[in-house]
């Protein structure tokens, strides 16, 4: 019954409208195409009244017709003359690239030789400064010290337990080193070649990110990843890469606690080697950004994608990097990225890549159509159409100038595209892979991610979810949808904070030590 106002539109709404959802502007008959964002993104399938809700029933997914490539028109770019002079404190690194960041990495070439990584994260966290000891371990004392005592289950059930309290964090003994990060995964063995070479070509993106120092790499020996297969995407894609690297493999070294001992004595001289480099001032340029959403909702293609997608415009007209991913969720928005690409080979390249994944998709029942969660829809996103029109709005609007397929780097500033799957984790991981030195993730619904090199500031769509989950949440572009700021005011404030975090200061994922890393084996991950 309320009226509901936008420009010339005046609609009186049919039925109650859930907050994030959508309703028509005007009678929808079957078959009537539905418009959003000026894209189609939705078929009626069911007659919608002026007012009348639109869910999951009444519309299916569609996409718009793609335009061949036209060159682009010339691109206004933002005025930054505010943060032209602007610098960030980073880590410069020998091939000109700056990190964000100094961290020394340990991985295993396969999964057979986690546990070893799990040993020496074991030996050198604490001790050496950079975890304090589990606040869980009080707690659990206490039970077993009951148990000892003579209380069964019923009564250990009942024990009232005090609040853990955490231990201090020790000194760091290399105080310019911000963490050792451990790459665990399930990858390296039991896939195909195809599978091997992409997760050691990622690997190589990892081992010349300008974050990382040098690494310590682990190798069973009888793996498909082999150590050569790593050196041989080194060269192929990082010619002039110098950093410290230690190739450990434990078939060639025998003993258990031998190829311990080195890989511990290994780890260890390459962090006196890092803690050599220190922050200094870079300009912005030097900024490569990865653009991610996850857990989105009604409300993220309003608020905090677009505020986004100004910051990405900003970085981009200073000279540096923006990089967004997640192919899934640009299907229904084709026609728009084709026409921002700066020539049609690269447009070309664009749709075979889009073509190629969602082909596999399809031979094993799937498609880009089934890429909105349960969450998703619960909170507005009915269709991939629907979900990919907000999503894109992360990009921007500037020139899109490289268009990369999984873990190959990207090359040179200004947007560029790469094919990842939509899956947070698995997204979020080749984006760094590929070069960037810090993420953006926007989230309407909370997800409670980060990464092992990079730091990743979180933004929700709504200030309802800043204020249910502080924890996880740096930054809140809710007030766009309360009408307490404005659009190109909250671009102001991130990339303000984005700054602060480039020269240091930690974000949430950080301080939970949420460091997620999964490799995509190119199979049907949407």
């Not at 009080?138 to 019923?154: C, F, H, N, Q």
């Not at 690409?341 to 447009?347: G, N």
């Not at 190629?356 to 880009?368: I, L, S, V």
């Not at 990009?395 to 799957?421: N, Q």
Request: proline share 6%; aromatic share 6%; hydrophobic share 40%.
């Amino acid at each position: 019954g309320a009226t509901a106002s936008l420009g010339e539109w005046k609609v009186r709404l049919a039925q109650a409208i859930p907050a994030k959802h959508k309703f028509a502007l005007r009678p929808l008959a079957v078959g009537d195409v539905v418009v959003m964002y000026g894209i189609p993104v939705a078929r009626v399938a069911q007659p919608i009244l002026e007012g009348g809700l639109l869910t999951v029933d009444n519309v299916s997914h569609a996409t718009g017709a793609i335009p061949h490539w036209a060159a682009p028109p010339e691109w206004a770019p933002p005025d930054v003359s505010r943060w032209s002079d602007r610098t960030f404190l980073g880590y410069h690194r020998a091939d000109g690239q700056v990190g964000t960041a100094n961290v020394w990495v340990v991985v295993p070439l396969v999964f057979c030789e986690n546990q070893t990584v799990d040993r020496l994260k074991d030996a050198l966290l604490t001790t050496l400064g950079y975890k304090a000891a589990p606040v869980e371990q009080a707690a659990v004392e206490g039970l077993v010290k009951a148990y000892k005592s003579g209380m069964g289950a019923d009564g250990i059930q009942d024990l009232p337990l005090t609040a853990p309290q955490a231990a201090p964090v020790s000194e760091k003994v290399f105080p310019n080193v911000e963490g050792i990060r451990f790459l665990t995964h399930h990858s390296g063995c039991g896939g195909t070649r195809q599978d091997a070479r992409s997760f050691c070509r990622l690997l190589a993106g990892y081992l010349n990110h300008p974050n990382v120092a040098g690494a310590t790499v682990l190798s069973l020996g009888c793996q498909n990843a082999q150590m050569q297969m790593l050196q041989d995407e080194l060269r192929t894609y990082y010619p002039d890469f110098d950093k410290p690297l230690h190739l450990l493999e434990r078939q060639q070294i025998g003993d258990d606690e031998a190829f311990f001992t080195a890989a511990l004595k290994a780890t260890f001289s390459g962090l006196i080697h890092a803690n050599s480099h220190s922050r200094q001032p870079a300009p912005l340029s030097k900024l490569s950004l990865g653009l991610e959403c996850g857990g989105s909702d009604g409300f993220s293609g309003i608020s905090a994608n677009p505020v986004l997608g100004l910051v990405s415009d900003r970085l981009v007209a200073l000279g540096g990097k923006a990089i967004l991913a997640e192919f899934p969720e640009l299907n229904g928005v084709e026609g728009a990225l084709v026409q921002r690409c700066t020539s049609s080979a690269l447009a070309q390249r664009f749709m075979e890549l889009m073509g190629a994944y969602e082909k596999r998709a399809e031979k094993a029942g799937a498609g880009f159509a089934d890429n909105p969660s349960p969450g998703n829809i619960r909170d507005g996103l009915l269709t991939d159409a629907m979900k990919s029109a907000g999503a894109a709005r992360k990009g921007g609007t500037s020139p899109v100038v490289g268009i990369w397929d999984y873990a190959e780097p990207a090359r040179g500033a200004g947007l560029h595209l790469l094919c990842t799957p939509g899956n947070d984790v698995e997204s979020t991981t080749a984006l760094v892979g590929s070069g960037a030195n810090v993420v953006v993730f926007t989230t309407g619904l909370g997800t409670p991610t980060g990464n092992p090199v990079a730091p990743l500031i979180k933004v929700s769509s709504n200030s309802d979810l800043a204020r249910q989950m502080p924890n996880i949440i740096d930054f809140d572009a809710g007030g766009v949808v309360d009408g307490d700021t404005t659009l190109e005011a909250a671009a102001d404030g991130l990339l303000e904070l984005l700054i602060q975090v480039a020269s240091g200061q930690p974000t949430k994922a950080m301080q939970n030590h949420q460091e997620d890393f999964i490799p995509w084996k190119r199979d049907i991950s949407l």
